[in-house]
């Protein structure tokens, strides 16, 4: 068992094709694997103050503890039935078989075991921003549970295990634009369309309303640790403290200005205010977008892929607008279409081979197989979750804000602005059960 | 089971929790009921006994519990005992009056918030309401008391409406204003009706908590 365990854990490695590039002691190669979990880990608190910023303050404890539970969660159920989905033995090419429940096994995959457990912790976190303010809690958690231990892992298998059928094409995805990111965002569409916007969002002609988050210090301190986290998400992905990171690393830099940047100059060509919403959102696809490619490509394509992703994000975000669909982050814009353009990017600028036919041909077919696969699940699993224990919270939550109606808190007790009705004092007089 | 009036129903709860508990926690079970579930389908029951039996000595007879509101919700009229509200006792009694007062505290929080919208949007919002009104299948004579209300011809007196039924009632204006001025300004609206019962009426101000 113990062996069959190397072999696997040996075959993730190679998988990435600059994962030995260097001939790393093991020992620094696992200090480097764990403190890379470790930077992945931290983007969960960048989620958490993104996303609870971005709420109005009623929901910002709600927003919170959804990410701070489906991480707990998450971990739970990756372990006991995700990593072996994801990386089990894989004959069908489609779901892996075994590899559940480690308990006893070599060093090497309870590093990988640890690493890849943070990354499924990604992707399930980026539906809770998209889906803030209007879900039940117990429901959103049904929902993260089944994603974690369904969702991501079988999609993940395609492309992550040596066997699966997307990795046999040759489909390039380094870190995850498409295997995280965009699995994430696909599962929030599915959650928003089923939801519906929060109550006033768009007035009866169908312009959305402006919903403003409660603190924009928040959504930058967010952006700002998700950046940094994602030196770990990108750079741990070599799996080995290669040489290799350095590019990576300034490929994942590069393409987080250029994102930003091109965010601005975008707002400043269509004579638009610069918010720092859409800015911070920016930098987010500029990362999301180089994760596909960011081992693969030149520092000058890396920039590009970035600004685009940027780009890509504030018109996807005016996209969903105009569909009516309300998602309170832009994590559809900043983790789909950005990621999607990001995982096409990696086969257009593959160095020594740009913009081959084959390669951008096999990106779209994992584009394609990612979007179909995991919107149609994830819109019968909440379509499921709705019809069982309703997935909306009720109007007189939204009312009351999910912090009171969910959890029996308030953010911030000790301030009346005087605009919201549910003060502390009032609180404490109401039956919350 | 939900065809059956509110005091059918109240009285079954009643006849069926009569053999578990004493008078005081009966009439107690009662009120939660009211707040809570008067308006939910039977499956619901499970979780109101699961309320009642959190902090007494009845876990253990939850399911017999269950079962015998469940016999006394399909049991005729004539075979439930009476209406604990339909009496005369004291308890009774405090109880018509705080409910007097809830819809006391609704009628001056909605006049509160009406009175922050400006008189086309007010009407257009009366209309609106009226309809939603309609949709529900409230008691008549408190669907007849707001139709009159809105209608501007006569004071609302809501009499001894249940505060559940109150909330929702509030709710549904809240998801109005959301939909007619957005929910920024439904929530000042709200908020700035609840200052106003406060520092205006202020012996109204401990029922707000059950309308919010």
């Known amino acids: 068992m113990k062996k069959m365990h190397h072999t696997f854990a040996l075959s993730i490695l190679f998988f990435s094709p600059f994962a030995f590039a260097a001939d790393g002691d093991p020992a620094t190669d696992m200090i480097w694997l764990v403190t890379a979990s470790a930077l992945v880990f931290l983007m969960q608190a960048g989620f958490a103050l993104l996303e609870c910023g971005m709420s109005r303050s009623k929901n910002a404890l709600n927003v919170v503890m959804k990410n701070y539970m489906d991480v707990c969660l998450g971990t739970l159920i990756f372990w006991a039935l995700g990593y072996g989905l994801m990386f089990g033995s894989n004959p069908s090419g489609l779901i892996g078989t075994d590899l559940f429940l480690i308990n006893d096994s070599d060093p ?123 030196f770990g998400f990108n750079g741990g992905s070599t799996l080995a403290a290669s040489t290799d ?146 997935l909306r919270a009720p109007a007189q939550h939204e009312q009351r804000g999910l ?17 919201i009705a549910y003060t502390a004092a009032r609180a404490t007089n109401m039956d919350l059960r | 089971m939900t065809k059956r ?20 926690a009966l009439l107690k079970a009662v009120s939660h009921w009211e707040n809570r579930y008067a308006d939910q389908p039977s499956l619901a029951l499970q979780r109101y006994v699961a309320d009642i039996c959190q902090n007494t000595g009845l876990k253990d007879k939850r399911a017999t519990i269950l079962r015998s509101l469940l016999h006394a919700m399909g049991q005729d009229s004539t075979e439930l005992l009476a209406d604990p509200r339909g009496g005369s006792n004291t308890s009774t009694s405090t109880k018509h009056v705080e409910s007097a007062s809830a819809s006391q505290a609704f009628a001056e929080l909605m006049l509160a918030m009406m009175s922050q919208v400006d008189d086309s949007q007010q009407h257009k919002l009366r209309i609106e309401l009226f309809a939603a009104l309609r949709q529900r299948q409230l008691p008549l004579t408190i669907l007849e008391a707001l139709q ?13 409406a ?51």
Not at chain 1, 301 to 318: F, P, R, S
Not at chain 1, 332 to 359: E, K
């Open chain 1, 108 to 230: 090497s995959t309870y590093g990988v075991l640890l690493f890849q457990t943070m990354f499924a912790a990604t992707a399930v976190t980026i539906a809770s921003g998209a889906m803030a303010e209007r879900t039940r809690f117990d429901a959103y958690l049904v929902g993260a549970l089944f994603i974690t231990a369904v969702i991501y892992p079988i999609f993940g298998s395609w492309v992550w295990n040596a066997d699966g059928w997307l990795a046999k094409l040759g489909f390039i995805d380094f870190a995850g634009s498409t295997v995280v990111h965009s699995v994430g965002a696909w599962t929030a569409l599915a959650g928003i369309i089923i939801l519906g916007p929060r109550l006033g969002r768009f007035d009866k002609q169908g312009r959305p309303r402006e919903l403003r988050g409660h603190n924009l210090t928040f959504v930058a301190l967010g952006g700002f640790i998700l950046w940094f986290g994602w």
């Open chain 1, 245 to 390: 990171i350095g590019l990576i690393n300034l490929n994942t830099q590069l393409a987080a200005a250029a994102g930003a940047t091109a965010s601005m100059l975008l707002a400043v060509v269509m004579r638009r205010p610069i918010l720092l919403t859409e800015t911070v959102n920016g930098s987010i696809a500029g990362l999301v977008a180089i994760t596909a490619g960011c081992a693969t490509m030149l520092p000058v394509y890396a920039a590009l892929t970035g600004a685009i992703g940027g780009v890509v994000c504030t018109l996807g975000a005016q996209l969903m607008l105009r569909m009516r669909l309300d998602d309170v982050v832009g994590a559809v814009s900043a983790h789909g279409f950005a990621g999607a353009w990001g995982t096409l990017a990696a086969g257009m600028f593959y160095t020594g081979n740009l913009f081959d036919g084959h390669l951008i041909t096999v990106q779209l077919i994992g584009i394609a197989a990612c979007f179909i696969w995991t919107f149609c699940s994830a819109l019968i699993m909440y379509f499921a979750i709705d019809i069982v224990m309703g």
């Open chain 1, 403 to 419: 912090d009171l109606s969910e959890h029996a808190e308030i953010g911030y007790p000790e301030f009346d602005s005087g605009n």
């Open chain 2, 5 to 24: 009036s509110l005091s059918d129903r109240r009285r079954a709860i009643y006849t069926g929790l009569n053999p578990f508990l004493d008078e005081a």
């Open chain 2, 148 to 160: 009159r209300w809105l209608g501007n011809r006569e004071p609302l007196e809501l009499g001894t």
């Open chain 2, 162 to 212: 249940p505060p559940a039924l109150l909330q929702k009632l509030l709710n549904q204006y809240y998801v109005l204003l959301c939909e007619n001025l957005g929910p920024v300004n439904a929530d000042k609206i709200l908020a700035r009706g609840v200052q106003h019962v406060q520092t205006q009426h202020p012996k109204l101000d401990p029922f707000l908590a059950s309308l919010l």
